[in-house]
């Protein structure tokens, strides 16, 4: 069975750091692409990042919204993904989902972890 | 950046309706078309994939439809658990993903 869980999220102060991390199972983990994914309170969903791993090398994409604030990494030893996030700003707090790429769509996703900034 | 459209925000029908989504892009996307279903408190669900395909254990009354910059997704018949939220989403030149604002399906 596939699974994706999320944890690391938490209460930050604006400017503050924070670190989630994707345990996933079930699955040949270096064979996906993966993505991470917001949703702020009552509001849609927002892409923020993927991060590919091909023959050629990793490639890694970013929403302008996070673009040199966030870091996304994965450890396939670890069958694991993570989010980097550095100066946090109100408006990043959202439920954080990562999710499974594959081509063009997210067919699975975890269950998501809260991210509050606040002061 | 493509932006996708989705109507109406908020659809109110009764059970055994037929409910009809749309998703409006604004410029030609290719068939990497995806749809979603959220209920309050979980996550998102991949409904269908590549316009028309039904992903895996998705009933046979939700359909997919459409090309070019106009996506429709089709519940031919409302079930209890189908009132939820429908996102549209697409994959832009590999290097961004876009979801639309959603289409909230709710008893009338």
């Known amino acids: 069975e596939v699974q994706l869980v999320e944890s690391g999220g938490g209460f930050v102060q604006p400017g503050g750091s924070l670190r989630l991390s994707c345990a996933a199972s079930?699955?040949?983990?270096?064979?996906?692409?993966f993505n991470w994914v917001r949703q702020a309170p009552g509001k849609g969903l927002e892409w923020i990042s993927n991060?590919?791993?091909?023959?050629?090398?990793?490639?890694?994409y970013y929403a302008d919204s996070v673009k040199g604030r966030f870091t996304i990494s994965r450890d396939n030893a670890k069958n694991s993904l993570y989010l980097q996030m550095n100066s946090l700003r109100a408006d990043d707090t959202s439920v954080y989902y990562c999710?499974?790429?594959?081509?063009?769509?997210?067919?699975?996703w975890g269950q998501g972890t809260l991210v509050t900034v606040s002061s | 950046e493509i932006v996708l459209t989705q109507s109406p925000a908020t659809l109110s029908l009764s059970p055994g309706e037929r409910a009809t989504l749309s998703c409006r892009a604004s410029?030609?996307?290719?068939?990497?078309l995806a749809w979603y279903q959220q209920k309050p408190g979980q996550a998102p669900r991949l409904l269908i994939y590549?316009?028309?395909n039904r992903a895996n254990g998705i009933p046979a009354r939700f359909s997919g439809s459409g090309s070019g910059t106009d996506f429709t997704l089709t519940i031919s018949s409302l079930e209890p658990e189908d009132f939820a939220t429908y996102y549209c989403?697409?994959?832009?030149?590999?290097?961004?993903?876009?979801f639309g604002q959603g289409t909230k399906v709710e008893i009338k």
């Open positions: 999710a499974r790429g594959n081509w063009g769509r997210m067919d699975y």
């Open positions: 079930g699955f040949t983990f270096s064979g996906y692409e």
């Open positions: 991060i590919n791993h091909r023959n050629t090398g990793t490639t890694i």
């Open positions: 410029q030609s996307v290719s068939s990497y």
């Open positions: 590549d316009v028309s």
């Open positions: 989403q697409q994959r832009n030149n590999w290097s961004s993903w876009t």
